[in-house]
């Protein structure tokens, strides 16, 4: 006879537009015990499993804070009742949490004013005056009678429910929302409790030969959204001006977007003890990360640290839906021991309207390390631990493009328009400065013979575990590395030397010192603020809380490329006034770095 043994879920927070998939443990009539499926159409003799999901209906339904999704709402925002924006966006679960993020929230009213009445009349009479000579009288908590708030945040709050939530008794209503056994919660679920019930039902007569186990929820809350990152122009030119209907840039510009989402591999709750569970597992967390990624709508994305299985199964499927042709190179496993199927790598998608795919060279370095040596010689033992200390998984993907869109700058109407791409994930051991500096040579010597025989733009992006100012960061940015460079120190096996080859001849510049350099627009001055003035990089691309500084960047070759615009940077300030990264808002440890390029005029030859 078929049993259910035992249904538990993986996540104790249910989330808008994160699927949930119960963990069923069943017994067979062999006596094995087995989490497969025992579907209608495959009984079990003449038994299968018949999943149901249910909201409950009874109970009160609660709102959630848009902030911190965890917390009960107490008050709510009724400047965004007025303004008709999405009812959820306006909770929040305390007056210092609303305002602590006004000036995120601020954007909402902005917007909704802008489109409502472009005199501002309305927008005041909707939200109030927002300055100090106010006082903060539209402000209701329903906590604490004495609290108060910022007399600059004078907008209309209303409380929603008291602080603590009086259990309803009584009959409880439940209504069917799902009949298998993964359900996604949609916005109606919100506030509500959801329960999965699991029978063992009979062929025959079609009813549960016992009682269904069943798992209740907790309170259904919708997804936590950051506010938008916008492009910046550093030409001084307004980027929305140019924007196409479908939200794209002009048809003669491009975009590259890099990005390392963090491997769930790497997600542990030990590392990022500081984020909540719920928030930390991998169907929450991918399912925020394509939403940011596809909100880009970059027309070529390079992503580090994405598992084997997740680009199988989950994002080249699922950007394929978006028009995005995939590519992947896994990082080899001579130091995994480990599922295969988990090990990460980079992933290079574009957009198939936008470009076509002409060729793709992998770089793993380790063969690359390997091949200093000719197999036939005897190894020193100076230089066998040379090479065992080279032989590292990391990998390079490297892919040649065609664009379909014009490109009027070219003064050559009937050359193809070639761009290269580079993806890479230097190593993490911050240890092994030599291994790295070794790594983003080798990479370069590689694109350097792909500029020689092809004589097209290219980009290098990617997770280089370097810090601006370091000797890896020296050599992209200045195109050599002076002998004189602290990094150099740690060389025990003389990898680097000499110092002179450590030089290549492709004219490579950080697009995000373009913030620094380029003239007078529109929000750059903010930027510049965001940026080191030493190394003119932003101040952080990585922020845990063992750690904040720039890892990843954008490199191109300003022969050929010119940069448009950018994706504005994250400020220290309101990314960390709750936790560090990976948190429920953005769900990786890293911040994507996002650039548009537009080909160079080229004279005929």
């Known amino acids: 006879m078929l049993s259910v043994v035992r249904v538990h879920l993986p996540s104790d927070i249910p989330i808008v537009g994160c699927e949930l998939t119960p963990y069923v443990l069943h017994r067979r009539p062999d006596k094995n015990i087995s989490t497969d499926d025992v579907s209608e159409s495959a009984p079990i003799d003449g038994q299968f499993l018949r999943y149901r999901w249910y909201r409950l209906q009874s109970d009160k339904k609660v709102a959630v804070c848009s902030v911190h999704p965890s917390e009960q709402a107490t008050l709510q925002c009724l400047g965004c009742v007025k303004a008709k924006i999405p009812a959820f966006k306006s909770y929040h679960c305390t007056t210092k949490c609303f305002s602590d993020s006004w000036q995120h929230h601020r954007v909402l009213h902005d917007r909704a004013a802008s489109s409502m009445n472009e005199n501002g009349n309305e927008e005041e009479e909707l939200f109030g005056r927002y300055n100090n000579n106010n006082s903060a009288s539209g402000v209701i908590n329903s906590s604490s009678s004495s609290s108060t708030i910022s007399t600059s945040l004078t907008n209309g709050l209303t409380p929603l429910y008291p602080a ?49 186990l069943t798992v209740l929820t907790s309170r259904v809350i919708p997804a936590p959204s950051a506010s938008p990152r916008c492009l910046i122009p550093v030409n001084g030119v307004d980027v929305m001006g140019k924007l196409d209907l479908d939200g794209r840039v002009s048809s003669g510009t491009f975009t590259v977007l890099s990005y390392n989402i963090l491997a769930d591999v790497y997600a542990t709750s030990e590392t990022f003890s500081y984020c909540p569970s719920w928030a930390l597992s991998w169907p929450y967390r991918r399912q925020n990360l394509l939403r940011e990624i596809v909100g880009y709508r970059a027309d070529i994305i390079c992503l580090q640290e994405v598992q084997s299985d997740h680009f199988m199964e989950f994002f080249a499927p699922e950007l394929d839906k978006h028009g995005y042709q995939a590519l992947y190179k896994r990082k080899t496993n001579e130091l995994y021991n480990g599922n295969i199927q988990t090990i990460d790598g980079c992933a290079t998608f574009f957009r198939r309207d936008r470009f076509a795919h002409v060729k793709k060279y992998e770089v793993e370095f380790n063969k690359a390390a390997q091949s200093l040596t ?98 890896p960061h020296h050599l992209l940015a200045r195109g050599k590395v002076e002998p004189t460079h602290p990094d150099l120190a740690v060389d025990p096996l003389n990898l680097c030397q000499p110092h002179s080859k450590l030089s290549h001849q492709l004219p490579l510049v950080s697009a995000y010192s373009s913030f620094a350099i380029k003239g007078v627009g529109i929000g750059l001055d903010k930027q510049r603020k965001r940026l080191d003035p030493t190394t003119n990089e932003p101040l952080f691309t990585n922020c845990t809380r063992d750690f904040i500084g720039t890892l990843d960047y954008i490199f191109y070759t300003a022969d050929t490329l010119t940069v448009e615009s950018l994706l504005e940077l994250l400020d220290e300030e309101s990314l960390r006034k709750d936790t560090a990264l990976p948190s429920p808002v953005w769900s990786s440890d890293h911040i994507a770095l996002l650039a548009e390029f537009r080909c160079k005029s080229r004279p005929r030859r």
Not at 166 to 177: D, H, M, S, Y
Not at 184 to 200: M, N, Q, R, S, Y
Not at 440 to 445: A, D, I
């Open 374 to 471: 000719d197999p036939a010689t005897i190894l020193t033992a100076q230089k066998r631990n040379a090479i065992n200390r080279l032989i590292k998984d990391d990998v390079a993907l490297i892919v040649v493009l065609e664009s379909k869109f014009s490109t009027p700058t070219v003064d050559n109407p009937g050359k193809r328009q070639l761009v290269c791409v580079a993806n890479t994930h230097i190593n993490g051991n911050q240890d092994l400065k030599d291994v790295k500096l070794w790594q983003v040579h080798t990479l370069l010597k590689g694109l350097e013979k792909i500029a020689v025989s092809a004589d097209i733009p290219m980009l290098v992006c990617g997770d280089f575990n370097s810090v601006p100012g370091s000797a």
């Open 164 to 212: 603590a939530v009086t259990q309803k008794t009584g009959v409880e209503t439940w209504l069917e929302v799902g009949r298998y056994k993964s359900y996604t919660p949609t916005a109606e679920d919100i506030g509500h409790v959801l329960k999965f019930e699991c029978a063992v039902v009979d062929m025959e007569t079609m009813l549960p030969v016992a009682s269904p």
